[in-house]
């Protein structure tokens, strides 16, 4: 049981650059999210799903795409890269969006944007 | 939307003693609040969690109590050992909004 997994775990961008993070869960959740964390600023909600088909915007989602085709995958696209996206990225999974029910995060993938 | 506020920012313990480690938040209705723990290089993963209809939980040398009137909620280390160093996050969820997280606690264990 992998979990969440996300890939690259380290990436070095241009200014104006896109990319793709992947994230994918092998834990048939329907909750799954991207949060960023920034030094001091703990762990921001950039976007969110509560399954395939259906994403919202959290808290920081400017600058950001995500969409969920299927259960596992959830891709974020940052479409033209600043540096002010550089940052280290986490993906979580949950069994649904309710209290209590455990999220699980990945390792983080590291985006530099020079 | 929710506020969780978390202190301190850093704390330095002598190995074996306690560590206490604070959280506050402002929505009333939030009624789920979790801990997790951030080695470095890693994700997050959760210690300990509390609901609302519960004051205090513990789990070995880790424990979490919990104040609605107050709105606030602690983590308390005991004894506590080297692997214990880490960051430590708290969160308050209310349900279909997911969870806010604190800044977070950087605990240095010292030998």
């Known amino acids: 049981n992998a979990g969440v997994t996300q890939t690259p775990k380290f990436q070095v961008l241009k200014t104006g650059q896109s990319m793709t993070l992947q994230c994918a869960q092998d834990?048939?959740?329907?909750?799954m999210s991207w949060y960023r964390q920034d030094p001091g600023m703990g762990l921001r909600l950039i976007h969110y799903?509560?399954?395939?088909?259906?994403?919202d915007q959290g808290e920081v989602p400017n600058g950001y795409n995500v969409s969920r085709s299927t259960t596992e995958d959830f891709p974020l696209r940052l479409l033209s890269a600043a540096p002010s996206q550089t940052s280290v990225y986490f993906c979580?999974?949950?069994?649904?969006?309710?209290?209590?029910?455990?999220?699980?995060f990945g390792e983080g993938s590291w985006l530099t944007v020079v | 939307g929710e506020n969780v506020e978390q202190h301190p920012s850093t704390l330095s313990v002598q190995e074996g003693d306690s560590a206490v480690i604070k959280c506050t938040y402002s929505d009333s209705a939030s009624n789920y609040f979790p801990w997790y723990k951030q080695e470095l290089g890693k994700g997050p993963q959760l210690i300990i969690d509390i609901r609302s209809n519960v004051g205090e939980k513990k789990d070995q040398r880790i424990a979490v109590t919990l104040n609605k009137t107050a709105k606030h909620f602690s983590l308390h280390i005991t004894e506590t050992q080297p692997e214990d160093s880490a960051v430590y996050f708290c969160a308050a969820e209310r349900g279909a909004d997911g969870l806010t997280f604190g800044k977070g606690t950087h605990l240095i264990i010292q030998p």
């Open positions: 979580a999974s949950s069994y649904s969006l309710q209290a209590s029910n455990t999220i699980y």
């Open positions: 834990m048939n959740h329907e909750y």
């Open positions: 799903s509560v399954g395939a088909g259906i994403t």
